[in-house]
């Protein structure tokens, strides 16, 4: 009787099981670096050895700061480069790819039962295809790089049941939200998450990211939706049979530490307030708020659903007066996708500033805020000065709620659009 | 590392994150000493004084959540802190200072206790915190992270286990 994570943990660990407090070494399937690749580099370089456990493992992806914009930052994806090339590691994406989390999950190699370490708080979002994701420092990269383990202590589980039918207007985003304000941004503190029942399994791949995201800001360790018929469509459309990879699901009866219940019927769109994703009120309390800046990006939400999301109350549409709209497609497929379909048009016409895909501003690197501006943005975090001046300010909700105040200029529930 | 360390400490609240602990602007450095310039830095010149003049923190719940960056722990190491004393810790932040060999101790009991300015000592094999004068226990390490911390991070304990396997292949 085990959890999902008690049992992919135990796999991975070479152990018949594991129970939760219990500190395992893991052989992880897949390990990440996005622009932390270098930090891994330059640490491999203070170990004083070249030779890596197995390079096929390792996936570097440039998404932080994409194109470089100062001679450093050149130099260190320079390093990482040559580095990939020198040790054979073929799973590199350059500058133009986008976002490393849907990078990987986009080209398939990431599947259910897989554990996967990332230098990036974020990596809970693999459990969106039913894989173990965790973030670590990048000195625990590289010494995975070397001697394939790495340790883990076996968390707790959080087990939340979501039922009901989401209404109209209302997302992911504005449940993941509502969560972290009820829970509090500790509310899950070294716990794997698990989202079971109708809601989610009621959604697509990108909207089960949303929410396996955002576990993170719960304090999360990892999270978990159950593999299903949308997963195995999402991995065979990438190439991926079913044979490929081993799903994997908690036992009837496993031990939670905690069971929630949680209806989304009546959910209504949700704001996180500056400065903490925990500071959660619903839009009618922040609805009038002035905005300098929307931000449409981040590995939250700026996938093709997203966008395709903002598109809809954009198109036909001006920006208000006086307000930036940048949007960030998460990756180059998704960016190809709207030019394809017209989407990028659409935007574009609206005033949009559409940038390269990649983390954007979310992590600071363009779309700045002067002292005392307001930024509404679909990303994960509004932590002071987490996007230019420390006097500025984030609001958090989905991109509809974005669209609808890019339009208005003034933080606006996205409904009234419908 | 000795067993204790400690000295007057900085209290913080609930919690502080990555980005106020170090902004990401800053992330193009590894360097302890140039990423200690800008530690707190959001928080503004007199409370990173504070930081670079006491060897201990002293938090509220939830210290170092946000990013996964280890800088946020080399910072404060660059900024002569010794220990940080909570009542709990983000996840990745705590792996990131026994991997950097910096100190992190959940003590509720302590943190609790502690006034901004105490002198707050700490001895990570007895499982002791001291806040002025007053003892507290807390569960000591398990052997695995204390032979990382005690060897001064990931870093230099796997060095030393590569070291010891290359002689042995000799």
Not at chain 1, 313 to 334: D, E, F, M, N, W
Request: with cysteine.
């Amino acid at each position: 009787m085990a959890t999902f994570v008690e049992k992919v943990l135990a796999r991975a660990a070479g152990l018949p099981e594991v129970i939760p407090g219990q500190i395992v070494d893991v052989e992880p399937d897949l390990y990440m670096s996005h622009s932390a690749s270098w930090r891994c580099i330059r640490a491999l370089e203070r170990l004083g050895t070249d030779r890596l456990h197995d390079p096929s493992r390792i996936a570097m992806i440039m998404d932080h700061i994409s194109p470089a914009r100062t001679a450093k930052t050149a130099d260190d994806q320079r390093l990482c480069r040559e580095f990939a090339a020198r040790h054979g590691i073929t799973r590199f994406w350059d500058v133009e790819a986008g976002i490393a989390h849907l990078v990987l999950m986009e080209e398939g190699l990431v599947r259910p039962g897989m554990v996967i370490i990332g230098t990036d708080s974020h990596s809970t979002i693999y459990g969106a295809l039913g894989a173990f994701g965790t973030g670590v420092g990048f000195s625990e990269v590289t010494a995975t790089w070397v001697t394939g383990k790495l340790w883990m202590k076996v968390p707790g589980s959080l087990r939340v049941e979501v039922e009901g039918r989401m209404p109209p207007g209302v997302t992911a985003k504005d449940l993941m939200l509502w969560l972290i304000g009820r829970l509090t941004a500790d509310g899950a503190t070294y716990l794997s998450v698990e989202f079971h029942g109708g809601y989610p399994a009621s959604l697509t791949v990108s909207e089960r990211m949303t929410m396996c995201n955002l576990a993170m800001e719960l304090g999360a360790k990892n999270a978990y939706v159950p593999p299903d018929d949308v997963t195995r469509a999402y991995l065979a459309e990438r190439g991926v049979p079913p044979g490929e990879y081993e799903e994997v699901f908690p036992d009837p009866g496993a031990g939670y530490v905690r069971t929630l219940a949680v209806d989304v019927s009546d959910l209504e769109p949700q704001v996180a307030c500056p400065h903490t994703v925990d500071n959660v009120r619903p839009i009618g309390e922040v609805a009038g708020t002035h905005v300098d800046q929307v931000f449409i990006g981040s590995c939250a939400n700026a996938k093709y659903d997203d966008l395709v999301e903002a598109a809809r109350i954009l198109k036909g549409r001006r920006v208000a007066p006086g307000v930036r709209l940048l949007v960030t497609p998460a990756s180059r497929q998704v960016a190809a996708r709207i030019a394809r379909e017209g989407i990028h048009a659409d935007l574009l016409e609206a005033g949009a500033l559409i940038t390269n895909p990649g983390c954007g501003a979310c992590a600071g690197d363009g779309g700045a805020m002067a002292d005392g501006e307001v930024t509404f943005s679909t990303a994960n975090r509004n932590f002071q000065g987490r996007m230019g001046s420390y006097r500025s300010e984030i609001y958090l909700g989905s991109p509809a709620t974005a669209a609808a105040t890019a339009v208005r200029g003034v933080i606006t529930d996205p409904r009234e659009f419908l | 590392m000795e067993a204790r360390l400690g000295g007057p400490c900085v209290k913080f609240g609930d919690g502080v994150n990555t980005d106020v602990i170090i902004p990401g602007r800053y992330l193009v450095s590894i360097d302890p000493a140039e990423l200690a310039e800008h530690a707190f830095e959001p928080l503004g010149p007199e409370v990173q004084a504070r930081v670079r003049s006491s060897p201990v923190i002293v938090a509220g719940s939830n210290f170092g959540c946000g990013s996964a960056r280890e800088q946020a722990a080399t910072c404060l190491i660059g900024a002569g802190v010794r220990a940080v004393v909570a009542r709990s810790f983000a996840r990745v932040f705590f792996r990131n200072c026994i991997n950097t060999g910096l100190l992190a101790v959940e003590c509720p009991a302590a943190a609790e206790a502690a006034r901004d300015g105490d002198e707050v000592w700490v001895d990570h094999r007895a499982g002791r915190v001291e806040v002025a004068g007053q003892s507290f226990a807390f569960t000591p390490y398990p052997e695995s992270l204390r032979r990382i911390l005690e060897s001064g991070g990931l870093i230099p304990y796997l060095k030393q286990i590569l070291a010891a396997q290359a002689a042995r292949e000799r």
